[in-house]
């Protein structure tokens, strides 16, 4: 049973860091043009999923590169492709 604690407990610190690296994004990572149009913008709950597969696709390539005996390396590298890919979502 450690081991399913373990994953819930990784499962949801991943998407929590997704949620964040998304909102974070879409409110504070657009131009001030984009931010004083208004309707222009991409909505929160989009920018969140995003955010979250990005932490996923992060998380999993940390795996794929060993960061194994550090979990905390995998939380960053799960912070680093969720803004990676909401950076690439953009278009930026």
Do not use: K
Request: glycine letters at 12%; proline letters at 3%; charged letters at 10%.
């Amino acid at each position: 049973m450690p081991l399913f604690t373990n994953s819930l407990a990784n499962l949801l610190i991943i998407v929590v860091i997704g949620i964040a690296a998304g909102i974070a994004f879409n409110r504070y990572g657009r131009s001030w043009w984009a931010r004083s149009v208004g309707n222009a913008t991409r909505s929160d709950i989009t920018s969140a999923l995003v955010g979250i597969a990005g932490s996923f696709f992060g998380f999993h390539v940390g795996v794929v590169l060993g960061l194994l005996p550090l979990p905390l390396m995998q939380y960053i590298a799960a912070i680093v492709g969720a803004v990676v890919v909401l950076w690439a979502w953009r278009g930026r």
